[in-house]
């Protein structure tokens, strides 16, 4: 009988890897694409550039190639600078002309990741 216990045991955390690779495989880092990520630059960076801020929280984010693909998805923005904080799951958007919401959204969406807020400033 305790032979058939560990068998079971064995067998799902088995299961449960075999399901992670596949995921992995298919999707790639966090199951949210490619693991390597290019940075899209900004040549800008000078903030008195920026007249416009928003603050967006961003789900779904685990790794730096997340902050990365999350960046770029801004970035690719003409006239956005983001930068993006891993740990309070954030990022800080500077823009030189306004930008929607829903475009913000649209953009963080398409990377693969979901938005919960977004707070703009200037």
Same mark, same amino acid.
């Given at each position: ?38 940075? !899209? ?76 807020? !977004?707070?703009?400033?200037?």
């Amino acid at each position: 009988m305790g032979n058939f216990v560990i068998l079971a045991v064995v067998g799902v955390i088995i299961v449960f890897a075999v399901r992670s690779v596949i995921k992995r495989g298919k999707n790639g880092c966090c199951g949210g694409g490619e693991c390597s990520v290019d940075s !899209v630059k900004v040549s800008d960076k000078v903030e008195g550039h920026y007249p416009f801020k928003a603050i967006i929280s961003v789900d779904d984010m685990h790794c730096g190639n997340c902050k990365k693909k999350v960046e770029n998805a801004l970035n690719a923005i003409s006239g956005v600078w983001a930068t993006v904080d891993l740990s309070s799951h954030t990022a800080e958007v500077r823009m030189k002309e306004e930008h929607s919401e829903e475009e913000l959204r649209e953009h963080i969406n398409k990377a693969g990741y979901g938005v919960s807020k !977004v707070e703009f400033s200037k």
